[in-house]
């Protein structure tokens, strides 16, 4: 298969069979982890692969309601790795202060998820399906204290994977045209970025199952699961918010404004936990 077709074929799988990945093919994942592109070859990167029952159940528990994070036969926890170089460094008699650096932890958060994403389209052509979770950052302490990850690790992205049981309809996304830009930036007029928001999301009923059905699967794939609570707490929010348009579900139920600022000022001191204190 044409590489553009594997990329275009892709979608997030939510739902796995139960059957183990292959050692040779863990093998293979983590192999192109740790080939890809990387600023200035340093590799501030480490993988840790989970498989077995304990270490899912835990990543599980911390992060709620999305079943698939227990339910997936291989976990990849992909970690922003600086206690390596700076062991390194020392040990060499040498100074390290990208963890004091926000410039240097923005590289190196890029490698993180570069070899995440070779991971993902690696995995996709060897039959497996995997879907990102964003969540982890937020559970770092525990995840840290968990896998045993000393200061100056942190666990960035989860990535989980599996052959899958089912692959999800394709969501809908803007277009190239909208995304694409030829040569100099082309701000979008108004008209243009409604219609554009308006074709990707569809008509708004107020419908949730509906809503979440065509535009983010997500909470109807941990209903199937036996997890109702994401789509009946999108519910009540939407009527506790009187919610009337695709803009208000996306931002007062689903990518809230109210909390980003807030969620912000966790990850900091989260961050911070980890020896990365460059943020303020
Ligand atoms: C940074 C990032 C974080 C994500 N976090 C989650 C998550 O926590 N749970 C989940 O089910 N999907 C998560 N996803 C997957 C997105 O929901 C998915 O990519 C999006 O809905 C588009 O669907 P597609 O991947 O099938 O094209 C994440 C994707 C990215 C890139």
Known sequence: MELYDLVMRRRSVRNFRPDEVPGDIVEKLVNAAASAPTGCNI????????????????????????PWVKNAPLSMIF?????????????SGVEFRGH???????????????????????????????????????????AREYFGMPTYVLPLMLLCLGYPKTVPRRVPKLPPAVIGHREQYRPLSDDDLRTAFDEKYGAFDGD????????????????????????????????????????????????????M????????????????????
């Not at 970690?79 to 040990?91: G, S």
């Not at 004091?100 to 995995?123: E, G, I, K, R």
């Not at 600022?261 to 303020?280: H, L, M, P």
Request: aromatic share 12%; charged share 25%; hydrophobic share 45%.
């Open 43 to 66: 590799q501030p990167l480490s993988v840790v692969t989970v498989q077995e029952a304990a270490g899912r159940a835990k990543l599980g528990e911390m992060i709620k309601r999305q």
């Open 79 to 91: 970690c922003l790795d600086f206690w390596r170089l700076k062991r390194w460094a020392e040990l």
């Open 100 to 142: 004091d650096a926000f410039s240097h932890f923005l590289l190196a958060y890029a490698d993180v998820m570069c070899a995440a994403q070779t991971v993902v389209l690696l995995a996709e052509s060897l039959g497996l399906g995997s879907v990102y979770v964003g969540r982890l950052p937020y559970v770092a302490d525990d």
């Open 208 to 259: 949730a199952r509906r809503y979440f059905g065509r535009v983010l699967g997500e909470a109807l794939e941990a209903e199937e699961q036996g997890e109702g609570e994401w789509l009946e707490g999108s519910r009540a929010r939407m009527a506790e918010k009187a919610v009337a348009s695709n803009a208000e579900f996306v931002f007062k139920v689903r990518y809230r404004a109210d909390l």
């Open 261 to 280: 600022v807030e969620t912000n000022a966790a990850a900091i001191d989260i961050f911070k936990n980890a020896g990365f204190d460059c943020f303020r």
